[in-house]
């Protein structure tokens, strides 16, 4: 019976729709990649994109509270929240990590289980590292910033973009997850 209505579901189109959902969650987990921010010293320091947050998670991992929050912010359709280390600054749209920024070699993006990026490799490296099938690779339009859109499992682009930041030589200097608006 759905609660209300006085209609009842026979258990067949229950587990039919039980089946639909647990499909389309599949599909979605699919799609997506795992991007992990992780610290060298301390694994358990680390953060991953879509990974739920409350503030006391983030105080038991990181010892900080939030920096600030926006409430119902019109641009992404919710709450953000954004928490600041020296290392490593990130924000949670509706408890939900989305955004990171670091500057640290103390810290490893880690994309897909596989690929390992940090603050100091070059360029040239990272192009080697990443095959050029399971990545597209922009110049930006600031000079010396490079976006990097990957391949998702389903075989598609993905919007969102890691952005790497390098000095004259090369050598980056900094990494972020750039959210699409």
């Not at 810290?107 to 080697?128: E, P, S």
């Not at 600031?142 to 973009?161: A, P």
Request: charged share 25%; proline share 2%.
């Amino acid at each position: 019976m759905v609660a209300g209505s006085g209609l009842k579901i026979p258990n067949t189109m229950k587990y039919s729709l039980l089946f639909l959902a647990a499909l389309c969650l599949a599909q979605q987990a699919a799609n997506a990649q795992e991007v992990t921010v992780r610290m060298i010293d301390n694994a358990s320091k680390s953060i991953t994109l879509g990974e739920r947050m409350s503030p006391e998670t983030v105080w038991k991992r990181f010892g900080i509270y939030a920096t600030y929050n926006i409430y119902d912010d019109t641009c992404f359709n919710g709450d953000i929240t954004y928490y600041e280390t020296e290392d490593l600054e990130f924000s949670c749209l509706n408890s939900k990590v989305h955004q990171f920024s670091l500057t640290s070699d103390r810290y490893r993006v880690i994309i897909d289980r596989v690929f390992v990026i940090y603050v100091g490799m070059t360029i040239d490296q990272v192009k080697a590292l990443i095959p050029e099938e399971r990545r597209i690779l922009r110049e930006g339009t600031i000079k010396n910033t490079y976006r990097f859109m990957f391949r998702t499992r389903s075989g598609e682009f993905s919007d969102e973009q890691l952005v790497l930041v390098a000095d004259e030589r090369g050598r980056i200097t900094s990494i972020w997850w750039q959210v699409p608006v």
